[in-house]
């Protein structure tokens, strides 16, 4: 039992009071200074979690899509552990003006960078204002069209790799195996990435340096699957100090970062040792000719955190598009059907400009792909200072007032669930369904107004100076990868439920079983 009349139970008993004060006073000032009041708010919410743990209740976005089929694009939600109400939104006007025209005014949230520092480093994912400003600027010649084009043939080998490595598994198991999918299209992705980027050679997974990566991304994602794991942003978010406890998340996403890092260093040493491997136009030429010519633009540090962004953000993303994609076609055996039929009856193997242009329904396939299982399914943003946010459709309050815009509050936290934006049901009328062919009549799709300004009105690859720097390269691996996969086998669905989790980006789940699984049965096409 507390003594109150002890000095120290009078001091707890004080600060409590001033803390629970001073929330509140923030809190109403917040709420009546701003227009978010206004702003359409779900029932229920607890006053410890408010609406945070809802979303995680299901499969990513769910809830989500929910709310704003019944609330409109902007919908307020009640923080957890006394934070501020956050806005979330997918509205295109509001999107617009935070992604393309006030870009630096509206930051990665402290909890998303501190994540990617974590993961990655500080890198041009984590960087913000002047500084992703000045790392953008230093790479993105590598991303060019030009240079894409170049990159096709390490695209193909490193494709054809992973396809005889697949043959030689399924003849092992009398041509017939069901594998984790993503796991082999990682072994793409993480070969292509190598290659172009740094000259290395991952071994098609085999590699020390790819078995270790492959080990502790899956420890982080894993982790990040359970409910403590999905449940922790939120505590870390008002208690930032436990990033630095030696929790199970907290060390596996540690360990990551120091894999990657060391093969990092292996990388620049060797590079640094021979000029001639520092005038190519790959991405560790260009950053260590910045390092030699440039120190005070680009320190050693940077440059390793560039090297472990790129490795990560530059394979596991299209890697999980394609496994999601994958998964899809095996439940939908006809649009497999149809797709493996347009790339047989190509006849040629296809080129560069053929697999962007010249294969309609791999395009349609693509884009659908990355619209349903966009892999950056979530994100948020903290605006740095007072703003007018406008909207696309307004929001008309109980008192007839009609809203076009939103004065918010520096401070604000933004959510932005990009896979519910890119399946609303709203816009695309059946948004949450796998259908290529929508993309075949441009006449069906929805109107311009509706929808985003990034890739094929898609959010998938941002919007504006954050649009993804790789994009070009995304598109052509993850075209050259599945046109490859479908010719040479088919894919069989299991049967399996699968729901789908948010931890660092979007994760599959069998339900009822625990950890990072996509089940997929495989034969060869030619039987």
Aim: hydrophobic fraction near 40%.
């Amino acid at each position: 039992m507390i003594n109150v009349s002890s000095p120290y139970s009078i001091a707890v008993i004080v600060v409590l009071v001033a803390f629970i004060s001073r929330l509140a006073i923030r809190r109403l000032a917040h709420r009546y200074t701003t227009d978010i009041r206004y702003v359409p708010k779900p029932p229920g919410g607890s006053w410890i979690w408010g609406h945070e743990l809802e979303p995680l209740s299901g499969s990513c976005g769910v809830v989500y899509s929910s709310w704003f089929d019944k609330y409109g694009p902007v919908v307020r939600i009640g923080g957890a552990l006394g934070h501020d109400d956050i806005l979330v939104t997918v509205d295109p006007a509001a999107l617009s003006h935070i992604f393309t025209k006030s870009t630096y005014g509206y930051a990665k949230s402290s909890l998303v960078r501190s994540i990617v520092d974590r993961t990655m480093g500080k890198g041009l994912v984590w960087a913000e204002g002047e500084e992703h400003r000045r790392m953008r600027a230093h790479l993105s010649s590598v991303f060019t069209a030009e240079n894409t084009r170049n990159m096709f043939e390490d695209v193909k080998v490193s494709t054809d790799r992973v396809v005889a490595k697949l043959i030689s598994h399924l003849r092992a198991h009398d041509g017939n195996a069901t594998v984790h999918i993503t796991e082999w299209t990682n072994h793409a992705t993480l070969d292509i990435i190598g290659r172009i980027g740094f000259a290395y050679d991952f071994g098609c997974g085999e590699s020390p340096a790819a078995q270790k990566i492959t080990v502790w991304w899956e420890q982080t994602v894993s982790k990040g699957m359970t409910r403590v794991g999905r449940i922790a942003p939120i505590i870390i978010r008002t208690f930032p100090f436990i990033v630095s406890l030696p929790l199970p998340i907290i060390r596996a996403q540690g360990a990551l970062k120091l894999t990657i890092k060391k093969l990092a260093e292996e990388l620049y040493v060797k590079a640094s040792a021979n000029p001639e491997l520092s005038k190519g136009k790959d991405l560790l030429s260009t950053l260590i000719r910045a390092n030699f010519r440039e120190r005070r633009n680009i320190s050693k540090d940077e440059l390793l955190d560039h090297i472990c962004t790129f490795v990560m953000v530059g394979h596991e993303t299209t890697a999980g598009v394609l496994g999601h994609t994958i998964h899809a076609l095996a439940q939908n055996p006809d649009m497999q059907d149809k797709l493996r039929k347009e790339i047989l009856e190509f006849g040629t193997e296809p080129t560069y400009d053929d697999i962007l242009t010249k294969l309609p329904y791999l395009d349609a396939v693509t884009k659908e792909g990355f619209r349903v299982f966009p892999p950056s399914a979530h994100t948020e943003r903290t605006a740095l200072h007072d703003d007018v946010l406008p909207l696309r459709k307004p929001i008309v309050t109980p008192e007839g007032k009609t809203l076009t815009s939103l004065h918010i509050k520096k401070g604000q936290l933004i959510q932005v669930p990009s896979l519910a934006l890119d399946r609303m049901h709203g816009v695309w009328k059946d948004g949450a369904t796998f259908l290529p062919e929508r993309w075949l009549n441009p006449g069906e799709l929805p109107s311009p107004s509706e929808l985003t300004q990034g890739w094929s009105n898609l959010f998938i690859f941002s919007e504006g100076p954050r649009m993804c720097i790789g994009y070009r390269l995304a598109i052509l691996e993850f075209k050259v990868i599945l046109s490859s996969l479908i010719k040479t086998f088919v894919f069989h669905d299991t049967g399996a439920k699968i729901e789908y989790i948010w931890a660092n980006t979007l994760q599959p789940k069998v339900v009822g079983k625990e950890g990072l699984h996509l089940p997929v049965r495989v034969t060869l096409a030619d039987q």
